[in-house]
Structures are given as C-alpha cells and as structure tokens.
C-alpha cells in the first residue's frame, strides 16, 4: 500500500506543480509567415464538427460557426462589421465540417490590425444577437429543404451517399437537419459555444505577411478562451455492407445524379494510401481525361459531362478551380465513385458500366506502363494544389490533423519507393467492386428501383454510330448483374433526406409514412 | 488623440508594405509589366513575369463565344466546339494529347462565356515548349471524326442536365430571351436547349466554325508566371509561325432600343422560395467611356452587402436572403441584372418596390464623396488581393484581352474608376434604369401561393 500512496502523491504533486507552472494549454498554431506578401490568411479551426451535435440538435456546430462569422462582435453589430470590412475587400467565412469547423479571413496588409480585432472579436467576443441568430438560422434550413432538395441534385447525390454510407456511424447523422436546426435556441448556440470554444479546440493557423510578433498576440488573445482538452469523440468501425444497397432518392429532376461508394480503412497516415491514390488517378482522377470512368462513360460514350473517383472525401473542384477543399480531413475516409447526371433512360446502364469497369479494374489493376505514367502524374500535379499561401496553410494543416508530415512532400516521398505490385495489391486488399452503397437522385426513383432490382437488361441507344468494339462491350454492360441487396434498399422521397434523422435510420425502421 | 495615434501607427505599416499594396491614384491596378507582341499573322503573344518559381499558367483566348453565334439553330455552339477542341489531331490524337499532359502533369481545361473561349494549361515551367507544341498543333490542325463529334454532343447535353437542376440556368435563359430581339446575347452560352438535341446534325457547320474563327487575328496566347518575353516570342514564331489568319468578319445584329418593358412569370417543380430578376440595358464594356466603370461604382452603391438596400432587406427586415445587383463586361451592350431570392412569397411585391425605390433614388440621390471614395477602395482592394498567383492573375487578364484585346485595358479601367463621379451615378442610373427598359422574371415554387 506504501509505494501506490507514494506514487499518487507523486502525482499530484507534480500535477500541483505544472499548474503553478503553466495553468493552461498552450493555443495551438501553425504558421507560414512570407515577409514580402502583401496578404494576410487565417485559417482558424475549431477541432470540433457536426459529429459533436447533440442528439435532436443536428445542425448546432454549423449554427454556432454562423452565427460567429456572420453576426455581431460585443462592441459592433453585424451590419457595422459588414461596413468596416467592405472598403478592404477583406473576407471572413466559415467551413463547417464533420470532424474540424473552419474561420477562414482573408485581408490585404495594410489593414491587418484592424480587420484582426473585428475577426478575433467575432471567435472570442461574440454578439449573439437574436436577430442575427433568427437570420442564420432561416438561411441553413432554407439551403436545406431549397438549396440542397429542390435545386442541386449533383451535391444532393453526395450528400445522400455520405449519410448511407456510414449507418449508424456518427459520420452517418447529417451535418443538419431541418428539425434539428428548428429546435436549436440562441441558449443552445450559446450552450455549445462556451462548452466547445476552449483553448484545447482552437487551432490558429496564419500565413502571409504579418510582423513576426502578431502570432505572439493571437496566442495571448485566444489564450483568454476557457481552458479545456481536445478530446475527440471515438469513432467504431463502419458497418459491414452487403452487396449493393441502393437509396433510390425521388425528386423532379431533369438527370439522374449517382454516386457510388464505400468506407476505406485507410486515409493520408497509412502508407497504403499513396498506393490507392496513384491507382485512383488512373481509375477517375477528378475533372481529367486521364481516368477510366471518364474516358470509357463520356469518352467513348457521351453519357454525361464527368465520371470520376475519390479515396477520401473531396468537396469543391467544381468550378474554375478542380483542386478540392483544404481542411475537411476525417479520421474514416471513403472511397466512392460520382457520376454526374445522365439522362433518365441511361441511369441504369451507366451504373452497369461504372460497376462494370470497376470490377475489371479491382481483377486487373495498372499495367507497368499505367503504373509508371500515373505516378509521374500524380507527382508533378500535386505540387499545383498548392499555389497560394492560404491553400499552403490548409494543407499544412490537413497534414498536422493526420500526423502525414507535410502531405505534398509525403506523396513525393512515398511515390519514388511505390511499385506496381503495391499499387494492384492495394486495389485488391481495399476496394470493393461487389459490396458497395449507392445513392441515386432520380426523377421517377420507383420505376429505376424496379428496373434494377429486377436486373432488367439496360440496353442503350445512341443518337450516333459507335465503333464495334463499343457495341459489343455494350451487351456485356446492359446485362451486367448488379448484386443488389433488396432489403437495404429503399426509395426516398427527397423530403425526407435531411428532414430529421439519417435516411440510413429512417430505413431501418420501415416507416410507412417516410418509405413508399 | 487615439484616431491620431492610430494613423500614424497605420502610416507606419503601409510605409512597410508600399510595394505590395494597391495602387494611389494615377498608377496602374496590375503591378507588373505587361509585354506584348503581335506576330506577322496576326498572333498577338502576351507574357506577365510573376514570382511563381517554375510555374506558369498557358492561356489561350479566341474572341469567339456565344455572341458570334450569328446563324439561326446553332446557338451553343462556341462552347461545343471547345469541347472538340480535345478530340485531337493527326500529329497529336485525343489519347496521346492527354497522355503528353499527363506526363508533364500539368491541370488543363477550358471554358465559354458570351465573348470568348479560353483553353488553359497550369504546369510546370519548364514544359513551356511542350505546351506550345501541343496547343499551336490543335489550333492548326484539329482533326476529328464525324462520330466523335456526335458522341460529344451526348456530353454538351449531360452538361445542360447538369446545370438545369438550378432554377438560375432556366432564369438566365427567360430573361435573356425576353430581354434581347437580334442581338445574340437572346441566348446563353449552353445555347437553347432544342439546338443543343440538334447539335449532333451540324458536324459540317462545325467545320465552318473552326474556319472562322480559330484564326491567330481572333487569338491571344498569355502566359504569366515563371516566363520570360524574348524566348517566348521566338518558340511562338516557330510553332504559330505557319498559322494562316482567315478572313471572315463578324456582324452582330445590333439590339434596337427597348421600349416597352415586360415581365416573366414561370413555376419551378421542385422546392424554391421565389426568385425575382430584374434586367436593365446597360453599356458595353469601354476602357474609355466612363458608362461601365460608373455602373460598376452604381452597382456596389445600390447592391452591395454594405448597401442601405442589404442592410434594410438582409439583416433588418430579413425578407431576403440576398439580394444583389450588376453587369458582367461585354462586348455589346449588356443587362444590368439584380437578383434576390424572397423568404415569403407573400413580399415578392413590397421587395420589389423596395428595389424600384432604390433604383428611383439613385437617379437623384447623390452619393457622399466618403462613401464613393469606401467603393473605390473596395474595388482596387479586391482586385489586389485577387493577385495571389499566376492562373489568377491569367485569367482576370483574359478577361480585358477578349473585351478590346489589349491587356492594357485593366490599368485603363481601374484609372477609369477614379475618374467616376456622384454626378455620373447618377447620370447613367437615369440613363440606363428604364422601366420601359426593364424585364423582369419571376420564378416561383409550382402551386405556391403568393
């Protein structure tokens, strides 16, 4: 009994004594300081996301982060920080995500002492205006039952995906939903802020060209936050799936939008992950001609404008730029497949076909020459992710997140020493082409679900001749059987994706109202 | 004593960051240099030297868009024909361009607006004569079958499916129809839908389309990063230099005068609050007249998220969820277009008049020098801090190259923007804000109840 004593005094002694040292947890920073820039970028994440909402409160990290970027400080209200922004050009946004929330400023030097007091007013200061609250409450349930299910059925596709794709994972409950956002208060924005917003979450990153002494102010203002310890929520293992369980989600649309997927036991950490993402680049390399998906489904057969794929999650790209968001890193990453919409009568072949070269690509891998092509690729196209500070920051701070090293040089580095044996065997040991969840945003869902479910053959009929070798490969795609998993699948109506619950819950409980 | 303190300390700092900040009155908005040369057929070769180490952005500008679709049944075009644009040569086929930019692994893509085309490459420096070589081969010598073609048009309509899930693709495409009798701008750059199923009957008409307009006096070649004149302008001799210049000439119809305004009403199936559009005939883009830089200055008076109008609509009464107002630069005269999307279909008519007060006042209201001095401030700001690296830099250039063609046309602009007056807000708001020169498009939710 002696020594144990000895040894939890010990402890607390030295517990006593730290604290007397160093009562609190150093703010965590990450810098890029570039003397001669005349721009200033902040990137401040709070390590804390939508997998932190509450039960019944979905939606409450990405209202707080609202209301903090798009409200009022103690001292101005929303309105008097809109007008003092706006003769500098200066910006401040904010990215909610599952695992991470980001405040992203922008601003020109010449202004940067005071743009920081109105930013950092906004993170440790905030105004919580009911008005302002009301505001932003209105506009992110509007972006859902609008935005999201009447008016953007590319991102509603992915939206649906990620929510089936992790069932009762808690990456598979919706960054918001409509009821969760209604029954949010001000007192429970207010709640979450002073219970969330310490110093152990915040994480400031800076780049550009700030005096060198700013970092040393920004610690001491963010060090007046509360004190407390990032402590992430644990995350299981996903849920197994078995063969194609498919969310047929029913809206008026013009295409069908579909995306295909299922989780992947590896992100930018693991070694492995170099080795999908040069296989990946050659099976569906984001808004290239270089992959597979794209060539054999536009290329050849002019059944939509994209088809590409992804080893984790990847959201923006999609319009002047094709390179994706910095910081929107998970600890459970995914693979999946997007093609964009087609035409109704092609919805069910272009599946067949997607899963069609996906399976031959899982048995056949990368040639050498694929192999050797792809890695040069892959190597010279991420030094272009890149280019600004401010991407440079979010990178740095992606890599931090994952523990990666600096990811650029990391992909470098582990693509001189990859061959074309640990790419096929990564191919094989991690992707799936049988067991896999598929979301599909249709116009008539209950006659595709029929058709596929059925494994009706899905001929198709160009308004062009196309070479032999296409039609003869086509009647092996418009018969491909599709091993769907009839029990997992349903068809939604789109009003009840993101209404109150994951769709993945609402399926498994057989709701009548909800299911038809 | 406090403000005092403050300005010094801030005079301080922008002592420090003079070199980088944006320009007083009277010295240009682009902070480098711009070369230019025009080759013998007419090939003009621009390069701007920004500190990217061993990056350059490669743009190409043909000053062809939806505007030169002049025939009848071929609107879409110009955008389509960019599409065949990667359908490769006998020298350089479809797989073997792509394969060459994968080894230099460079980012490549294109795009149409109204005006222009633009084909852009991101890459490394060094591949600069690779770049070269296979863009001058498809500018010369694009070769595609007629089956190739058609297979494409299947994608211009998977990108049609793609945008028409917005509500904005449809009101664009109602306003401008409405707007415009003649002049081409009647359609949108996707073109109108029944000429897009069509498209893969005009292989022969994209033939001529090439022929006309992939010429090197309709051409501009920028590069801009880690790029250096002289040498540039030699490579370009040697792989444009056999580009023969063409000889067709545009006429657009000209718009006649509006006279009578309209209005548009159309339902939406699928969930959306109401949208309300306002369009207004406004100038062509000048970098001479002061119209355009004087709508621009209006636009963020009347319309901005620092505007009376945003204040009282947004953050106020919150009748709105944004509301917002301007031109794009175009070669002929444009629309001045206001957009705001209404919380309650029951405000759609007070919104509305809140707006037309806005617009009336404008006409006699002039703006405080303080606030006309924020605007400009503004402006020069946001563009400086657009600045941040070479394929931005390229692309905010393409822009003036395919409105006049001169690169200039950006430092003539931004001096414009000094020269802008309360006395000329006003003057181009009574001049262009008509009702009789208005048309509206209204775009509510199927069986909604106003």
């Known amino acids: 009994m002696r020594p144990l004593s000895f040894v939890i005094l010990v402890i607390v002694l030295i517990t006593l004594i730290s604290g007397s040292i160093d009562a609190k947890t150093p703010v965590k920073v990450t810098e890029i300081r570039s003397e001669h820039s005349p721009l200033v970028n902040f990137r401040i994440i709070l390590r804390a996301g939508s997998i932190n909402d509450p039960k019944g409160k979905e939606g409450l990290n990405a209202l707080t982060a609202f209301l903090l970027a798009k409200g009022g400080t103690k001292e101005l209200t929303y309105q008097q920080v809109v007008a003092s922004l706006y003769p500098w050009a200066a910006s401040i946004n904010v990215q909610p995500d599952k695992e991470i929330t980001t405040f992203i400023g ?35 349930i509007s972006f859902l039952e609008k935005n999201l299910r009447g008016t953007d059925d590319e991102n509603l596709g992915k939206e649906a995906l990620g929510l089936v ?57 963010f060090g007046k936050l509360p004190d407390g310890k990032f402590s992430p929520i644990s995350l299981p293992e996903p849920e197994a799936i078995n063969g194609l369980e498919i969310a047929f989600v029913e809206k008026p649309a013009r ?209 062009s001749p196309v070479s032999e070798k296409i039609l003869e490969e086509d009647k092996l795609i418009s018969n491909y059987s599709l091993s769907i998993n009839p029990k997992k699948t349903k068809l939604i109506r789109v009003q009840q994706l993101f209404e109150n619950e994951s769709p993945s819950r609402t399926l498994g409980r057989k709701d009548k109202e909800n299911i038809r | 004593m406090y403000r005092v303190l403050q300005t010094l300390i801030f005079a301080l700092m922008a002592t420090a960051a003079l070199h980088a900040g944006p320009p007083g009155a009277g010295e240009k908005i682009l902070p480098f240099p711009i070369h230019q040369t025009v080759l013998d057929n007419g090939l003009k070769i621009v390069t701007i030297e920004f500190d990217s180490p061993g990056i350059i952005a490669y743009y190409t500008v043909v000053r062809s868009g939806s505007r030169n679709e002049v025939e009848s049944g071929l609107s879409g075009f110009a955008h389509f024909f960019e599409h065949m644009m990667f359908r490769g ?122 022929n006309r307009w992939y010429r090197p006096e309709y051409c501009t070649v920028l590069i801009v990063g880690d790029v250096q004149h002289h040498k540039t302008v030699a490579m370009a001799k040697k792989y444009y230099g056999k580009w023969k210049r063409g000889n067709y000439v545009l006429d657009v119809p000209k718009e006649p005068p509006q006279t009578k305004g309209s209005v548009v009403e159309m339902s939406w199936k699928a969930e959306t609050l109401p949208i309300l559009a306002i369009g207004y005939h406004g100038p062509a883009f000048s970098d001479a007249q002061i119209d355009m830089p004087a709508m621009d200055v209006l636009s963020q008076a009347l319309f901005s998220q620092s505007s009376n109008l945003f204040r009282k609509l947004v953050i106020e009464e919150q009748a709105v969820e944004f509301v917002q107002g301007g031109q794009q630069d175009s070669r002929d005269p444009g629309q001045f277009t206001i957009f705001t999307r209404i919380k309650d279909p029951k405000m759609i008519q007070k919104v509305s008049d809140e707006i037309d007060g806005t617009i009336e006042e404008a006409k006699t209201t002039p703006v405080s020098a303080e606030r006309l001095a924020e605007i400009k401030s503004f402006l020069k700001y946001s563009y400086a801090m657009g600045l941040d690296n070479a394929d931005a830099i390229a692309r905010s250039i393409v822009h003036y190259i395919a409105m006049t ?17 309360a006395e000329d807000l006003m003057a181009v708001a009574s001049k262009y804000f008509d009702a009789n020169n208005r048309t509206v498009v209204l775009l509510t939710q199927e069986g909604a109840k106003q």
């Open chain 1, 255 to 463: 295409g069908t939008a579909i995306s295909i997927g299922h989780p992947l036991p590896v992100t930018r950490k693991d070694k492995d992950f170099y080795a999908l993402l040069v296989a990946n680049s050659h099976f569906g390399e984001h808004r290239t001609f270089n992959g597979v998906l794209m060539n054999r489904l536009r290329g050849d057969r002019g059944l939509n404008y994209g088809d590409y794929s992804y080893i984790e999650k990847f959201t923006g790209g999609t319009g002047s730029s094709r390179f994706p968001n910095v910081n929107t890193p998970l600890r459970q990453q995914y693979f999946s497949i997007w093609l964009r919409p087609v035409q109704p009568e092609n919805a069910h072949f272009a599946v067949r076909a997607a899963l069609f070269e996906l399976e031959k690509y899982v048995k056949e891998g990368l040639t050498a020459e694929q192999f050797q092509q792809t890695r040069k690729f892959v190597s010279n196209y991420s030094k272009l992710w890149a280019q600004t500070l401010d991407r440079r920051l979010g990178y740095k701070m992606d890599s931090e997140f994952y523990g990666t090293g600096d990811y650029i040089e990391r992909i470098d580095k582990e693509l001189k020493t990859l061959t074309v044996a640990d790419v096929n065997s990564a191919i094989k040991k991690y992707i799936s082409p049988a067991n896999l969840k598929v979301a599909i945003v249709a116009n008539d869902g209950k006659s595709l679900m029929e058709a596929m479910v059925s494994n009706a053959p899905s001929p198709i009929n160009y308004q």
């Open chain 2, 89 to 210: 040569t006998e020298k350089y086929g479809k797989d073997k361009y792509n394969d060459v930019l994968k080894s230099i692994g460079a980012d490549n893509n294109a795009f149409t607006t109204d005006d222009y085309t633009t084909y852009h490459t991101l890459a490394s420096a060094e591949a600069l004569e690779t770049i070269m070589d296979l863009e001058s081969d498809r500018f010369m010598n694009l070769k595609y079958s007629e089956e190739a073609f058609k297979t494409e048009a299947g994608a211009i309509l998977g990108e049609y499916n793609k945008n028409y899930s917005s509500p904005f693709l449809t009101i664009f495409e109602k306003l401008r129809n409405a707007a415009y009798t003649v002049h081409t701008y009647k359609h949108t750059t996707m073109g109108f839908l029944g000429d897009i199923m069509d498209m893969p009957n005009q292989y022969q008409y994209s033939l001529t389309f090439f």
């Open chain 2, 405 to 421: 063609g001169d690169p200039e046309s950006v430092n003539k602009v931004y001096a414009l923007y000094d020269r802008v007056t």
């Open chain 1, 165 to 221: 794709m992790f069932g009762n994972h808690p990456y598979g409950t919706a960054d918001a939903t409509v009821q969760g956002l209604k029954s949010s208060t001000l007192e429970d924005v207010k709640e979450y802020y002073a219970k969330t917003y310490t110093i152990g979450t915040m994480w400031i990153g800076i780049a550009g060209g700030y005096p060198r002494a700013f970092v040393e102010t920004m610690k001491k203002d």
């Open chain 1, 106 to 140: 922008n601003v020109h030097r010449d202004h940067l002492e005071e743009f920081y007091k109105i930013f950092s007013d906004l993170l440790l200061n905030p105004r919580f205006d009911p008005d302002d609250f009301t505001r932003n409450k209105d506009l992110a």
